[in-house]
């Protein structure tokens, strides 16, 4: 074939390729939007940072739900702390003024999180209380330019993580708002009528992802009204179809009432899920580093934070069941991270620095949980072509020895501690599961203080 045929030729496949790709397009109903497949960044990373900041973070009690504690359930809490600390007609409004976020510097955020060993950054743009942060065209006057910072705040972070890392940025929204009278009067309806989601929460949606391009949306605040009501599967059609991000975007599955762990992009089920089994969908355990609340609070004693046993478990746990985990910070109303989060976030980059290699790109194996010790977890890989399998042991093994039960070892098979030179030896069990031999090493020569990675080739299971 003549050389300027076959360019003609290429160009046609070309062409072609491109058509197909432009050809598949997403309708507005579960069947077509579950039938997209997950951007595969999205698996490889593992870690996500979430961020919850807004008004909330001013009186800083109870949790980010503190209005609705004070106004809507009451809790007897914050309904005292109200009364003892502001004058008989405060309103959860002149809280705004003091969302000052003075000592906010996304860059020093953007580095922390880079720091942290996660991929991806989800941040509250919204939350129940409806205060936006971002200057809103749909939110007057109850957004961070107009009361408050009078700052883009997702705009700078946005920028910051895109510029100074190579996170994904991703930003959550509530579909629904406490308080808001078009809520309230559409709900009052029976939700027959669907004003608050064509000129409130819907516009808002289209408003962030053409300004701010995410390439995660974390829905919420879904769960009393169908997803008919909520207007869902339009919305993730036009996502995935037209919108700036509709090749990287992922999104979870709080889109309405009884949607949720059962269509959407990955699922989140349930706050804090981590199922202890291999899920068939790819899932998320959204979970906080402060057992009780996603909003920074004053007054949480230093027993209310996880332990970096209990973070660095509840990851590993989670990822060799073939889940994200998303790691929950809450900043002061200044705009600081407290140094009790961000030890926890260095901490636990600095445990993946040496663990990585068995958490990031890793699937599960088939074994999640050891047969015979419940102290160790698994992840596998591909490297360099071979099947490698992880071990990922939460306690030390006493003794001088560790026992696993799950694994079959082959005649080449051999087995490494990660951040350790060199080989361990082992002798294998019948009729299967093998026994490691530890080595001494002394304490300041451990590869890090919490949970070890042991590294398994040519395992024939």
């Known amino acids: 074939m003549a050389p ?9 496949l070309l062409s072609l390729t491109a058509l197909l790709c432009q050809s598949v397009r997403y309708e507005p109903n579960w ?3 579950d039938s997209r497949p997950l951007p595969s960044w999205y698996d490889e990373v593992k870690l996500g940072i979430f961020i919850h900041w807004g008004v ?18 009451p809790v007897q809490e914050v309904v005292d702390f109200m009364k003892q600390n502001y004058r008989p007609d405060f309103t959860y409004a002149d809280f705004a003024p003091m969302f000052t976020t003075e000592f906010f510097e996304a860059e020093q955020w953007a580095e922390l999180f880079q720091a942290s060993g996660a991929g991806y950054v989800v941040f509250v743009s919204k939350h129940h209380e409806g205060y936006t942060n971002w200057p809103s065209k749909y939110s007057f006057n109850w957004n961070s330019m107009d009361v408050g910072p009078n700052r883009d705040i997702v705009g700078e972070l946005a920028d910051a993580v895109r510029n100074k890392t190579d996170l994904k940025f991703g930003l959550y929204h509530s579909l629904f708002e406490w308080f808001n009278p078009l ?8 939700f027959t009528t669907q004003d ?10 289209y408003e962030i992802v053409n300004t701010y391009k995410p390439e995660l949306i974390w829905s919420d605040g879904d ?9 869902s599967t339009s919305f993730l059609a036009w996502l995935y179809n037209d919108s700036p991000v509709k090749d990287t975007v992922v999104t979870n599955d709080r889109w309405g009432k009884g949607i949720t762990c059962h269509h959407g992009g990955y699922f989140t089920c349930q706050d804090r899920y981590n199922p202890g089994v291999k899920q068939a969908r790819k899932f998320e355990n959204a979970m906080t580093i402060d057992k009780r609340s996603w909003g920074y609070r004053r007054n949480a004693p230093l027993s209310d934070y996880l332990t970096m046993e209990e973070l660095i478990s509840t990851f590993i746990i989670t990822v060799s069941c073939g889940g994200n985990m998303l790691m929950n910070v809450g900043p ?10 961000e030890e926890r976030l260095r901490s636990m980059g600095e445990w993946l620095q040496v663990n990585g290699e068995g958490i990031y790109s890793s699937r599960p194996w088939t074994y999640q949980n050891d047969t015979e010790n419940p102290n160790v977890w698994y992840t596998a890989k591909n490297v360099t072509g071979q099947k490698v399998v992880y071990a990922f042991v939460l306690k030390w093994p006493a003794g001088g020895a560790l026992t696993l039960g799950a694994p079959i070892p082959g005649s080449t098979s051999t087995v490494s501690l990660l951040g350790y030179e060199g080989y361990l030896d082992y002798k294998k069990t019948d009729p299967q599961g093998m026994v490691i031999t530890i080595p001494t090493i002394g304490f300041t020569d451990m590869p890090c203080q919490w949970a070890w990675t042991f590294k398994l080739t040519s395992i024939a299971n």
């Open 31 to 33: 069947e077509s939007i």
């Open 223 to 231: 769960w009393s009204a169908a997803d008919t009501y909520w207007n």
């Open 332 to 341: 002061t109303k200044y705009g600081i991270i407290t140094p009790i989060y």
């Open 196 to 205: 608050f989601v064509f000129s409130k929460t819907m516009p808002e949606l």
């Open 56 to 73: 909330f973070s001013v009186p800083s009690l109870s949790s980010e739900w503190f209005w609705w504690r004070w106004k809507g359930q």
């Open 183 to 190: 809520l309230l009067q559409d709900q009052a309806n029976n």
């Open 4 to 12: 300027h045929r076959q360019v003609v030729v290429l160009l046609s």
